[in-house]
């Protein structure tokens, strides 16, 4: 007992210690990106340092959250905007040489600013150039490269065939690096599962620089990128995914509930329900705070199915007739206009809002926090966060996300997202605000409504999904990986998968290069 903790005591040290003493050599850093460039695809017109003038708008255009989003960070001091491989190899070999950290971006949506923050110098290597997209429509698969955005890869879905889609998250520029390999769900869940469940290979840049896919980085890697965050395993080029079948027409419809029109009633109705229903259907419930003079709670019920609108009708009417919902706020549409009600542009918005890609610095300050519920919440439990969210004084929500259908079939070790069977939904808990004195009352109030639900939620652990990132569960700081820590924020991502996860990342990665404040340890476990 006493050599296993002394020899634990002893790992603990060694992977926590090594990154802080070693100082980065910056000018050697950049030296040899030039040295390694490949004349045929230069890279300088890649390299973006503070002496360039729009060293600024490169790097806060991919920035999502304005908390994070310091284009005066002293601590950056390059960003390769890849535009071929073979920067990213470059990138990898050099920092790695040099002992200078990176931070991989795609497509900069990280709710802590992890793609492109550090209290240490780093650069940042960005994979918004590569972006390329193929549909082979007869054998039902895309290949897509890291930095294309999911509004790309809908719109180039949907130009190649009106019936197949692709599960993965609701918001049209996430970057398919990040999220992907985050776990990447949405509204096809119920019916599909998310977009691990799709990915049948993938190209990733490891820590000597080379290039792997399905076949020459093994199973084992593979299973770790699909889930366990590609962040701490290498730099995602690009996955190949199958994509899935869909009806021609879809419907879905938003009604809206407040609190004097019963939402608390029929929210804990939908707890009953929502997870129970045909698989085709996918029934969010969003409450959030309203605008206005009577701040009250409204709950919104968000919903798309793979079917008509009449069937539809049927269903809700049969199993949650508490909405009270109309034919007329049903709408019909083909999946790609599903996708831009999805981001709240109003029915009839061209589709060509999907591909916007951001051009300015991020407008708004935000905080999420994340749970998952195996049991209804009591009455008095949903009334205690009400009173919380009315607290706030600025736009607050939570998204109840059904589980059911498929995700209780998959179990939770086929990939590295571990959040499958006997959950009833998840919540996400956001808040937005745009004043930035605002930032400690609202933080604060995040915490309060996280420490109300907890009676209500998972607990040893209280589960967390790693793509609402959430630095509270635990972290490091920049540049060094204590494994106690690690084992704290890494049982909450990954529950029952996290030895593997760690005994991954100690083989394809025993340096720890690929690291960062919720990266995996490289820690062999049994
Ligand atoms: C408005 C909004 C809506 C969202 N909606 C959903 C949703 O519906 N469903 C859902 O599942 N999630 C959703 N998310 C969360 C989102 O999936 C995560 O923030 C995801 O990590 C974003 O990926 P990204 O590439 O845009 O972000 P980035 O900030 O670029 O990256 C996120 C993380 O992935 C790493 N990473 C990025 N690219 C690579 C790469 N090529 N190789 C290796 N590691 C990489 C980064 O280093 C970082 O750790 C939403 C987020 C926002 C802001
Ligand atoms: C940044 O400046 C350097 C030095 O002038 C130049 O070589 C490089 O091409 C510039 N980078 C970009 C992206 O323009
Ligand atoms: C960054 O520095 C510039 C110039 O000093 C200043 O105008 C700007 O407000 C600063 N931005 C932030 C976010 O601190
Ligand atoms: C929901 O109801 C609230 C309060 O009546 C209102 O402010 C909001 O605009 C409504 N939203 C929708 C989508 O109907
Ligand atoms: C707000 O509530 C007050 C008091 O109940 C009422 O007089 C007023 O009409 C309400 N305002 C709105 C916009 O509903
Ligand atoms: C999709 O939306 C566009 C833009 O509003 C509209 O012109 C088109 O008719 C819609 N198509 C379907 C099938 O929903
Ligand atoms: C998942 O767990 C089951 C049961 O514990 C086991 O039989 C199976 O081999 C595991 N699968 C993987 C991919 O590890
Ligand atoms: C934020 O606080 C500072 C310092 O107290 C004050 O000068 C500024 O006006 C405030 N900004 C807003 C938008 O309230």
Redesign the pocket.
């Known amino acids: 007992m006493k050599v296993v903790f002394v020899m634990f005591l002893a790992m603990l040290v060694s992977v926590s210690s090594q990154a802080v003493v070693q100082k980065p050599n910056i000018g050697n850093f950049l030296q040899c990106l030039r040295d390694r460039s490949d004349p045929k695809n230069p890279i300088t017109k890649a390299i973006f340092t503070p002496q360039n003038s729009t060293f600024t708008s490169s790097y806060v255009s991919?920035t999502?959250?304005k908390r994070y989003s310091n284009p005066n960070d002293t601590n950056l001091i390059a960003i390769v905007e890849a535009k071929h491989e073979s920067h990213v190899q470059a990138t990898v070999v050099c920092a790695k040489s040099n002992r200078v950290q990176i931070?991989?971006?795609?497509?900069?949506?990280?709710?802590e600013?992890?793609?492109?923050t550090s209290s240490l110098p780093f650069a940042v290597?960005d994979?918004n150039n590569l972006r390329s997209i193929t549909i082979d429509v007869s054998g039902k698969k895309a290949w897509v490269q890291?930095?294309a955005?999911l509004g790309e890869l809908y719109t180039k879905i949907s130009e190649a065939s009106k019936t197949l889609a692709f599960p993965?998250?609701?918001?049209p520029?996430?970057?398919?690096?990040?999220?992907?390999?985050?776990?990447?769900?949405?509204n096809l869940m119920r019916k599909y599962g998310?977009?691990v469940d799709h990915v049948v290979d993938a190209q990733?840049v490891d820590v000597n620089g080379k290039i792997l896919n399905r076949a020459s980085m093994g199973e084992d890697l593979f299973w770790a990128?699909r889930g366990g965050?590609?962040?701490s395993?290498?730099?995602?080029?690009s996955w190949t995914i199958n994509l899935v079948e869909v009806p021609e027409t879809i419907t879905v419809f938003n009604v809206n509930k407040t609190l004097g029109q019963g939402a608390t009633d029929v929210l804990y109705k939908w707890q009953l329900v929502s997870s129970k229903l045909p698989r085709e259907l996918f029934l969010r419930a969003m409450p959030q705070i309203t605008k206005g003079a009577n701040k009250t709670i409204a709950v919104k019920f968000i919903a798309q199915f793979l079917g008509s609108s009449k069937k539809l009708m049927e269903i809700i009417n049969k199993n949650l007739p508490e909405l009270g919902l109309k034919g007329e706020d049903c709408y019909e549409m083909s999946w790609l206009n599903t996708t831009t009600f999805?981001a709240d542009y109003p029915v009839g918005t061209s589709t060509s809002v999907l591909l916007k890609r951001p051009s300015t610095p991020p407008g708004a300050f935000?905080k999420?926090k994340s749970d998952y519920v195996k049991k209804p919440i009591p009455k008095e439990g949903i009334e205690k966060m009400w009173k919380t969210m009315l607290k706030f004084n600025n736009h607050v929500f939570m998204q109840w996300n059904p589980y059911g259908g498929v995700m209780d079939k998959i179990p939770a070790n086929a990939t590295a997202f571990p959040h499958r069977k006997g959950n009833l939904f998840k919540i996400q808990y956001f808040a937005l605000w745009i004043d930035a004195n605002a930032t400690k009352a609202n933080l604060a109030l995040m915490k309060e409504l996280y420490d109300v639900a907890e009676p209500y939620v998972s607990s040893n652990p209280r589960e967390a999904?790693?793509?609402?990132?959430d630095i509270d569960v635990g972290s490091n700081p920049s540049g060094m990986t204590n494994v106690v820590e690690g084992k704290i924020y890494g049982s909450k991502y990954f529950v029952g998968n996290l030895n593997r996860l760690m005994n991954v990342k100690a083989k394809y990665d025993p340096d720890n290069f690929?690291r960062?404040e919720?990266s995996i340890p490289p820690l062999r476990a049994m």
């Open positions: 991919y999502k959250n931070r991989i971006r795609s497509g900069g949506h990280d709710y600013g992890l793609s492109y290597l994979m890291a930095g955005t993965a998250g609701v918001c520029t996430l970057g398919a690096g990040g999220h992907i390999s985050g776990g990447g769900y949405g998310i977009s990733l990128i965050g590609g962040a395993f290498g730099v995602i080029l999805w935000f999420s999904f790693l793509n609402y990132r690929f960062h919720q």
